[in-house]
């Protein structure tokens, strides 16, 4: 350090000493001797620690010397410190507390080079296995489990009716569930037999089963079977909350697991937690001796609390996940989350599932990031975030809740509800149960909320109502929602909330909607509710209703702007294609004023996801200049729709090739 501080302190001096400056310079001299002081203890003190499976924590942590734990590591680290963790499979439950970097000098955990590296939430079944029943096995395990893997491949829950992961009938409640029918109340579920399924003919007294009831439109509730008997069609459970059940019984939907008489086919297992009892029933009917059979036993890998720039990168997590509370500028990148959360539905419980989140006050400014992750077969939401100023950028999401039960009592698939000023960027999210995909809401004046350049499609296809992209109405003055592709879903794509009859604070206010491509939906692809809310340049078309609903029952959206549009059909209501646009309609192309004619028709190839206006399309020269909204027009005027004839060919979506790991 010595020779360090000599060296740089005669460069920056010499030259500078005479007699009419010596006092100033002495000064800046010496602020900048002890600024240099700081710079290089800081950077003498930033340490690399290494961890190994192979490691000892008597070890000194360095590469030739590893640690054996990743808690041995953290509890050493400071400011700047990295702690690379070499390939293999890590199995802790690590505390990180009060641990803070800084902008410039971050605290990273991350692999080494190239080794792969995985945080494991499941132990092997390692005890002898017996023939139950047939192809059922059984074993008596000493820990509690909740999700059940055959080498890495997740198992079904033993269920009614029966569904399958490969083949998505997981997310298909219209086939693959029970139907209620006309008798239902709060705490009693009538079963309308359908497709070959009926409770009655299962023949079985399902007492003590887990029943998975969406009897709230977009509010499903886990409550145990109190009360079945042989050839019943019908049960009793625990009510659920008043002002959350809903009687329209035709879209009522349930579902029952976590019973032994249930376990009925290939890849299906049960536990009974008052035994340590585990069957299974894997494909072939083969024994599952000698083959890798992992139980789920922990919640979080990694639980950050209270702390503050900190980064997880390049790591995979399988039937685990992280979670931040009260802390900033913790970022979680380049990773892997496979199984990352799962309800704990076999041990008899029917609380919020454990998710990947980063929790803080509404109001605090986080700084908390996810980027370029694969989150991937989830029981329960993909994640949630709490906080201000938080961003969701370059991931990929998929295959999200599929029994979308309890979590707070409403479904998202993404959870930013608490969020003000979130950016939810670049991402391409698919096959998710929830009744919203991606739902946000909160306002903090001048941190509105971005949500552009996502890529969603075959989401929310469970419970009723929600949409894909969902603003709440609590958002006001800034939210804008551009140059997203919405497509092949039963909801709304994009819908921002609140009935204006509700009064100031009831409905959201001063969106910006534009430049957005929503398609194949058996619903609406925008609706808009609320006030003062501007809607340019998106294109939509191929749904069952209305493609754009501008609504203006109950007085709302008198004072909205909806220029530039092109859909199928243009409305003010959902149910009445003839209901006046409210506010300012203009440069719009309305298929239902022209006779019906399908947007589609105007377009280049939208079935491979070309939607310029075609050679000779009405679009093209007929929209108006919006400032900020309309630019890059190449042949002096706006064309209508969301791309420009001969313009910029926007996609949005990960960044990444997604045939390829992200770590």
């Known amino acids: 350090m010595e020779l360090f501080e000599s060296d740089c302190t005669e460069v920056i001096f010499h030259k500078h000493i005479n007699k009419g400056t010596i006092g100033i310079n002495m000064l800046t001299k010496k602020m900048i001797l002890y600024l240099v002081l700081i710079i290089s203890v800081s950077l003498l003190s930033a340490t690399d620690y290494y961890v190994s499976p192979n490691g000892s924590d008597e070890n000194s942590g360095t590469i030739g010397a590893p640690f054996q734990t990743i808690q041995h590591a953290a509890d050493l680290m400071q400011s700047g410190d990295n702690c690379y963790l070499r390939g293999g499979t890590y199995d802790e439950e690590i505390q990180i507390n009060n641990l803070h970097?800084?902008?410039?000098?971050?605290?990273?955990?991350?692999?080494?080079?190239?080794?792969?590296?995985?945080?494991?939430?499941?132990?092997?079944?390692?005890?002898?296995?017996?023939?139950?029943?047939?192809?059922?096995?059984?074993?008596?395990?000493?820990?509690?489990?909740?999700?059940?893997?055959?080498?890495?491949?997740?198992?079904?829950?033993?269920?009614?009716?029966?569904?399958?992961?490969g083949d998505n009938s997981l997310w298909n409640?219209?086939?693959?569930?029970?139907?209620?029918?006309?008798?239902?109340?709060?705490?009693?579920?009538?079963?309308?037999?359908?497709?070959?399924?009926?409770?009655?003919?299962?023949?079985?007294?399902?007492?003590?089963?887990?029943?998975v009831l969406n009897v709230g439109n977009w509010k499903s509730w886990t409550r145990v079977v109190q009360n079945h008997a042989v050839g019943q069609d019908y049960f009793n459970y625990e009510s659920v909350e008043s002002n959350g059940y809903k009687d329209n019984w035709p879209k009522h939907r349930y579902m029952l697991e976590?019973?032994?008489?249930?376990?009925?086919?290939?890849?299906?297992?049960?536990?009974?937690?008052?035994?340590?009892?585990?069957?299974?029933?894997?494909?072939?009917?083969?024994?599952?001796?000698?083959?890798?059979?992992?139980?789920?036993?922990?919640?979080?890998?990694?639980?950050?609390?209270?702390?503050?720039?900190?980064?997880?990168?390049?790591?995979?997590?399988?039937?685990?996940?992280?979670?931040?509370?009260?802390?900033?500028?913790?970022?979680?990148?380049?990773?892997?989350?496979?199984?990352?959360?799962?309800?704990?539905?076999?041990?008899?419980?029917?609380?919020?599932?454990?998710?990947?989140?980063?929790?803080?006050?509404?109001?605090?400014?986080?700084?908390?990031?996810?980027?370029?992750?694969?989150?991937?077969?989830?029981?329960?939401?993909?994640?949630q975030m709490k906080g201000t100023d938080n961003i969701i950028e370059d991931n990929l999401i998929h295959h999200i809740d599929y029994s979308c039960s309890n979590y707070s009592n409403n479904s998202f698939s993404i959870h930013t509800i608490s969020a003000p000023g979130m950016t939810f960027r670049?991402?391409?999210?698919?096959?998710?149960?929830?009744?919203?995909?991606?739902r946000s809401g909160s306002y903090s004046e001048g941190h509105p909320i971005l949500v552009e350049l996502n890529h969603f499609y075959n989401c929310g296809l469970?419970?009723?109502?929600?949409?894909?992209i969902q603003i709440g109405a609590n958002s006001r003055n800034g939210s804008v929602v551009r140059y997203n592709w919405l497509h092949?879903?039963?909801?709304?794509?994009?819908?921002?909330?609140?009935?204006?009859?509700?009064?100031?604070?009831?409905?959201?206010?001063?969106?910006?909607?534009?430049?957005?491509?929503?398609?194949?939906?058996?619903?609406?692809?925008?609706?808009?509710?609320?006030?003062?809310?501007?809607?340019?340049?998106?294109?939509?078309?191929?749904?069952?209703?209305?493609?754009?609903?501008i609504r203006g029952i109950g007085g709302g959206m008198q004072h909205a702007n909806t220029r530039n549009n092109a859909a199928t059909c243009i409305s003010g209501a959902k149910f009445d294609e003839d209901e006046?646009?409210?506010?300012?309609?203009?440069?719009?192309?309305?298929?239902?004023?022209?006779?019906?004619?399908?947007?589609?028709?105007?377009?280049?190839?939208?079935?491979?996801?070309?939607f310029f206006p075609q050679t000779g399309s009405d679009l093209i020269n007929a929209g108006v200049?919006?400032?900020?909204?309309?630019?890059?027009?190449?042949?002096?005027?706006?064309?209508i729709g969301a791309y420009e004839h001969g313009g910029e060919n926007w996609v949005p979506g990960v960044t990444w090739d997604v045939n390829s790991d992200p770590v």
């Open 101 to 165: 970097g800084t902008s410039s000098d971050p605290i990273t955990f991350t692999n080494y080079q190239d080794e792969p590296v995985i945080l494991d939430g499941t132990i092997p079944i390692t005890s002898a296995w017996t023939v139950h029943d047939g192809n059922i096995y059984k074993t008596t395990i000493d820990f509690d489990i909740w999700q059940l893997f055959e080498e890495n491949r997740m198992l079904i829950s033993a269920r009614w009716p029966n569904a399958n992961l």
């Open 173 to 211: 409640d219209e086939e693959f569930w029970g139907h209620g029918g006309p008798l239902d109340q709060n705490g009693l579920q009538y079963d309308d037999p359908h497709d070959g399924l009926s409770l009655a003919a299962l023949n079985m007294d399902l007492t003590g089963a887990m029943a």
């Open 258 to 383: 976590c019973h032994l008489d249930l376990l009925d086919q290939p890849n299906e297992w049960f536990y009974d937690p008052a035994t340590g009892e585990l069957y299974v029933w894997l494909e072939g009917g083969v024994t599952p001796s000698g083959v890798d059979i992992r139980g789920k036993v922990q919640s979080y890998a990694m639980q950050i609390v209270n702390s503050s720039h900190v980064i997880v990168d390049n790591l995979g997590f399988f039937g685990t996940t992280l979670k931040a509370e009260s802390s900033h500028n913790i970022t979680l990148q380049n990773s892997q989350l496979l199984y990352p959360s799962y309800s704990r539905r076999m041990l008899g419980e029917s609380d919020d599932t454990d998710i990947t989140a980063f929790i803080n006050s509404a109001s605090e400014i986080a700084g908390n990031r996810i980027t370029r992750c694969e989150i991937a077969y989830t029981d329960g939401p993909a994640i």
């Open 426 to 438: 670049r991402n391409t999210v698919h096959t998710t149960g929830n009744a919203s995909t991606y």
């Open 462 to 468: 469970m419970q009723s109502d929600g949409a894909n």
């Open 488 to 549: 092949d879903t039963q909801k709304y794509c994009i819908r921002f909330d609140g009935k204006f009859e509700h009064g100031e604070g009831g409905y959201s206010t001063n969106g910006l909607i534009h430049h957005n491509v929503t398609w194949n939906t058996t619903n609406l692809g925008l609706r808009i509710k609320g006030d003062y809310h501007q809607t340019y340049n998106n294109s939509c078309f191929s749904s069952s209703y209305p493609d754009i609903v």
């Open 580 to 610: 006046p646009i409210p506010g300012i309609n203009e440069y719009n192309w309305n298929g239902c004023d022209s006779g019906g004619l399908g947007l589609q028709d105007q377009l280049t190839d939208p079935e491979n996801f070309d």
């Open 625 to 639: 200049f919006i400032d900020g909204i309309t630019e890059g027009i190449i042949d002096g005027t706006p064309d």
